[in-house]
């Protein structure tokens, strides 16, 4: 006998249940083979052991009334035993299912808030404008400087330098060479009394913004010419795309992103530039040959920089 | 219908008293060797006793009535086994594990014991603890005896590689 066959005869030769040979043979293997000696001794140890376990006894309360004792309860223990896995189909499978529409139906609830705070985030970049004056039209009353006041971003006297002022006399223009000044009795000059000397200072220019000024002229050719020229001498470079301005149904008109630091200057001069109403039109909101305003840009707009739209129209 | 219910008192009821006063002492240790707690293994004895009155009705067994009565305790503690599978922790196993000497092991033997798969456990608790010969294990357990004596080796083998250490 080997140690093969002597483990597949353990269980009988541990209960003494092999017969008279086949025992013989199994003495005489466990004399030659110290580990099967030892794991019988094993054996029949753990045999002993599982023999001599105290046996449990029905407790009495049970004894007497099988059916009807009360059995103590399982309490917190079947709770630490609860398992997702262990419920039942019919309950793990509805419940499953209401927790994921919910999760679906928050993630749609909360897409328009999360929209919400982002467009926030965008209206608080540095320098912006508070989002409740986007797209808010005005003539260049005091509403625009009431506003929490931005500070003229990217201005500086090293840009101003860059490009120079120079003097430009527009036809019709009732005012002398005094640039800083806008018209004086010109009654359509859209910008209240206040407006009328209007210098760079009083408007703040900031990141991310859009200035249009929009002109009626009868002449809209001739007011593109000398938009241009005022361009090239504030030094906008003439690569600059659209420069030249395009004709579009309506009118002419020019888009660019200019140094911040021209903007007030470019409306000063816009304004003088600006002709007077027609007799018939005067004291009309059409008599308003210019207006401008300003706005946030939601498209990226180069740091220093603003978008200069500027709307020539026929009268 | 099933007037028993109703009547606990009643025929059906009595039935089971013979059983509870002749192996109610079997039955609910082997719930509680298998179940581990006295809690659960009244618990189970009790949806044991109520499977019993249900199946044995107005005729008992009148041969083999132990293996048929212990077969039928078999096929309750699989059923809840499968329902709600008891096992240690790995901190628990570890703490098996961690034991120094064999006598420190044989002392945790009921936790080694309890690592064993429930038929190999019902396997040697009723074979070596309650002595029941492997022809009536054979029909409680409703498997062939040479099966048996294998797997009653193999199950003694795990349990000295755990306490004793494995060996080449």
Same mark, same amino acid.
């Given at each position: 006998?080997?140690?093969?066959?002597?483990?597949?005869?353990?269980?009988? !030769?541990?209960?003494?249940?092999?017969?008279?040979?086949?025992?013989?043979?199994?003495?005489?293997?466990? /004399?030659?083979?110290?580990?099967?000696?030892?794991? !019988?001794?094993?054996?029949?140890?753990?045999?002993?052991?599982?023999?001599?376990?105290?046996?449990?006894?029905? *407790?009495?309360?049970? $004894?007497?009334?099988?059916?009807?004792?009360?059995?103590?309860?399982?309490?917190?223990?079947?709770?630490? =035993?609860?398992?997702?896995?262990?419920?039942?189909?019919?309950?793990?499978?509805?419940?499953?299912?209401?927790? #994921?529409?919910?999760?679906?139906?928050?993630?749609?609830?909360?897409?328009?808030?999360?929209?919400?705070? !982002?467009?926030? $985030? #965008?209206?608080?970049?540095?320098?912006? @404008?508070?989002?409740?004056?986007?797209?808010? %039209?005005? %003539?260049?009353?005091?509403?625009? #400087?009431?506003?929490?006041?931005?500070?003229?971003? =990217? %201005?500086?006297?090293?840009?101003?330098?860059?490009?120079?002022?120079?003097?430009?006399?527009?036809?019709?223009?009732?005012?002398?060479?005094?640039?800083?000044?806008?018209? #004086?009795?010109?009654?359509?000059?859209?910008?209240?009394?206040?407006?009328?000397?209007?210098?760079?200072?009083?408007?703040?220019?900031?990141?991310?913004?859009?200035?249009?000024?929009? @002109?009626?002229?009868?002449?809209?050719?001739?007011?593109? =010419?000398?938009?241009?020229?005022?361009?090239?001498?504030? =030094?906008?470079?003439?690569?600059?795309?659209?420069?030249?301005?395009?004709?579009?149904?309506?009118?002419?008109?020019?888009?660019?992103?200019?140094?911040?630091?021209?903007?007030?200057?470019?409306?000063?001069?816009?304004?003088?530039?600006? *002709?007077?109403?027609?007799?018939?039109?005067?004291?009309?909101?059409?008599?308003?040959?210019? %207006?401008?305003?300003?706005?946030? /840009?939601?498209?990226?707009?180069?740091?220093?920089? /603003?978008?200069?739209?500027?709307?020539?129209?026929?009268? | 219908? &099933?007037?028993?219910?109703?009547?606990? &008192?009643?025929?059906?009821?009595?039935?089971?008293?013979?059983?509870?006063?002749?192996?109610?002492?079997?039955?609910?240790?082997?719930?509680?060797?298998?179940?581990?707690?006295?809690?659960?293994?009244? +618990?189970?004895?009790?949806?044991?006793?109520?499977?019993?009155?249900?199946?044995?009705?107005?005729?008992?067994?009148?041969?083999?009535?132990?293996?048929?009565?212990?077969?039928?305790?078999?096929?309750?503690?699989?059923?809840?086994?499968?329902? +709600?599978?008891?096992?240690?922790?790995?901190?628990?196993?570890?703490?098996?594990?961690?034991?120094?000497?064999?006598?420190?092991?044989?002392?945790?033997?009921?936790?080694?014991?309890?690592?064993?798969?429930?038929?190999?456990?019902?396997?040697?608790?009723?074979?070596?603890?309650?002595?029941?010969?492997?022809?009536?294990?054979?029909?409680?357990?409703?498997?062939?005896?040479?099966?048996?004596?294998?797997?009653?080796?193999?199950?003694?083998?795990?349990?000295?590689?755990?306490?004793?250490?494995?060996?080449?």
């Amino acid at each position: 006998m080997n140690c093969f066959d002597w483990q597949n005869r353990a269980s009988d !030769y541990l209960d003494g249940a092999l017969p008279t040979p086949q025992r013989e043979e199994a003495d005489e293997h466990l /004399s030659q083979c110290q580990d099967c000696l030892d794991r !019988y001794r094993h054996y029949r140890i753990l045999v002993d052991t599982l023999s001599s376990q105290p046996r449990s006894s029905l *407790p009495v309360p049970i $004894r007497r009334a099988p059916m009807s004792a009360p059995l103590p309860r399982r309490g917190i223990s079947f709770l630490r =035993g609860l398992q997702w896995s262990r419920l039942p189909w019919h309950l793990r499978t509805p419940l499953e299912g209401l927790a #994921l529409l919910s999760v679906v139906f928050s993630v749609i609830s909360a897409a328009p808030r999360i929209r919400e705070f !982002y467009q926030r $985030r #965008l209206a608080r970049d540095p320098g912006g @404008l508070d989002p409740s004056f986007e797209d808010f %039209t005005l %003539t260049g009353s005091e509403h625009v #400087l009431t506003s929490p006041p931005s500070p003229v971003a =990217g %201005t500086s006297s090293a840009e101003a330098e860059a490009f120079p002022h120079s003097t430009i006399k527009a036809p019709g223009q009732i005012m002398g060479g005094d640039e800083s000044a806008g018209p #004086l009795d010109d009654d359509s000059a859209p910008d209240g009394p206040d407006k009328t000397r209007a210098a760079a200072p009083e408007i703040r220019v900031g990141d991310s913004e859009i200035w249009r000024f929009i @002109l009626k002229t009868d002449n809209p050719a001739e007011m593109r =010419g000398h938009i241009v020229r005022l361009l090239t001498d504030l =030094g906008v470079p003439p690569s600059t795309v659209r420069e030249a301005g395009i004709e579009v149904p309506g009118g002419i008109e020019f888009d660019l992103i200019v140094p911040q630091g021209i903007i007030p200057d470019i409306k000063r001069k816009l304004q003088g530039l600006a *002709p007077p109403a027609p007799r018939e039109f005067a004291k009309t909101p059409a008599s308003e040959t210019f %207006t401008w305003y300003k706005s946030k /840009s939601r498209t990226p707009v180069p740091k220093h920089r /603003s978008r200069l739209v500027i709307w020539i129209s026929q009268i | 219908m &099933n007037f028993s219910r109703l009547f606990p &008192n009643s025929t059906a009821s009595e039935s089971i008293e013979p059983i509870v006063r002749q192996y109610g002492d079997l039955l609910f240790d082997l719930c509680q060797s298998v179940l581990w707690s006295s809690r659960e293994a009244q +618990h189970a004895f009790r949806s044991l006793l109520k499977g019993l009155q249900r199946s044995r009705g107005a005729r008992g067994f009148q041969d083999y009535e132990r293996a048929c009565i212990l077969r039928f305790a078999c096929d309750q503690l699989r059923g809840r086994d499968a329902r +709600h599978p008891r096992r240690r922790s790995a901190s628990e196993q570890l703490e098996l594990d961690s034991a120094l000497g064999v006598p420190q092991r044989l002392g945790r033997f009921e936790g080694y014991f309890q690592r064993l798969p429930l038929e190999d456990q019902l396997l040697l608790l009723l074979r070596d603890k309650y002595g029941i010969s492997f022809a009536e294990i054979a029909v409680i357990l409703g498997t062939p005896e040479g099966s048996l004596k294998v797997r009653r080796q193999q199950a003694l083998r795990a349990l000295e590689d755990w306490i004793w250490g494995i060996r080449s």
